[in-house]
């Protein structure tokens, strides 16, 4: 590839001060583009910026320069947020100096559950937890909550200033699930509704670049419900899972989740609780 034809970072308000950080292709995904519609999975990064520093949420595309990228958009400090630590979500993690996990996840980072341990960790690191709260000046704060299932160390942050909530690939439109410590899914959906209790008007995911409603969580459980079922299987990763795909991807209404074959029956177990 010549310079100019290397795949560029862009940025998009979505809200006031708050910007999707996308890039115009990835590795695997071939040719993201800049579209805003719904379609196929792409890799998206959020910056939130406040008065006195601004939250970049996850590395979510292979291209360098994300660090510097986001800093010109906010004209301020970032800090690096993790909302956990899969590959696809932790590219750049080594353009920064520190960043923000739950501890939960650090072990992803050196080769827990068979995932490839990622060189040039930066050395300092602060740990987030249920509750606690990121300030980023003038009463802007941003609240964590842990819900496990996709890792072990999966967190949200929820704006309440902007009504927004940012959601990674814990509430979204595709959910790999169940590749750490399991988590029964009646559980799991009791999170779900937790979350669904909390003020905010729309969520944003890291692999669809829409704004999603509230009302998605709804969609999401009552298909999670489908699961008992489902028939269908997939390979990946070398592993047999099973496949639940409900709607269509150019739509809101779509959901596709991913389980390992071997917790089907616990899956059946748990849902029958709900």
């Not at 169940?178 to 969520?203: M, N, S, T």
């Not at 269509?248 to 849902?271: G, H, M, Q």
Request: charged share 30%; hydrophobic share 35%; net charge negative.
């Amino acid at each position: 590839m010549k310079p100019e034809e290397q795949p560029r970072y862009f940025a998009v308000e979505v809200t006031t001060d708050t910007y999707l950080i996308g890039c115009e292709s990835g590795d695997h995904s071939g040719d993201w583009g800049r579209s805003l519609d719904y379609g196929s999975p792409t890799g998206n990064s959020w910056l939130i910026k406040g008065r006195d520093k601004a939250i970049l949420i996850d590395s979510a595309a292979p291209t360098e320069g994300v660090r510097a990228f986001a800093e010109r958009v906010a004209n301020l400090p970032v800090m690096l947020v993790l909302s956990h630590a899969h590959p696809d979500h932790i590219y750049r993690l080594k353009e920064f100096d520190e960043f923000w996990i739950h501890p939960a996840d650090e072990g992803l980072l050196r080769g827990q559950y068979g995932f490839p341990a990622y060189p040039d960790i930066p050395k300092t690191v602060h740990y987030l937890e249920e509750g606690d709260v990121l300030d980023i000046g003038n009463g802007h704060k941003l609240e964590v909550h842990h819900v496990p299932g996709h890792t072990d160390g999966s967190i949200l942050l929820l704006d309440p200033m902007k009504k927004s909530l940012f959601s990674s690939d814990t509430i979204a439109r595709r959910l790999l699930y169940g590749l750490g410590e399991w988590v029964p899914l009646d559980r799991f959906i009791q999170d779900l509704r937790r979350i669904r209790l909390l003020d905010f008007d729309y969520l944003y995911s890291c692999h669809d670049r829409p704004a999603i409603s509230k009302k998605f969580i709804d969609y999401m459980i009552e298909s999670l419900k489908e699961l008992p079922n489902v028939d269908k299987t997939v390979s990946i990763l070398g592993m047999e899972f099973l496949h639940l795909v409900r709607g269509n991807e150019l739509e809101e209404a779509y959901f596709d989740f991913v389980v390992p074959l071997r917790k089907r029956e616990e899956c059946i177990d748990s849902l029958a609780k709900v």
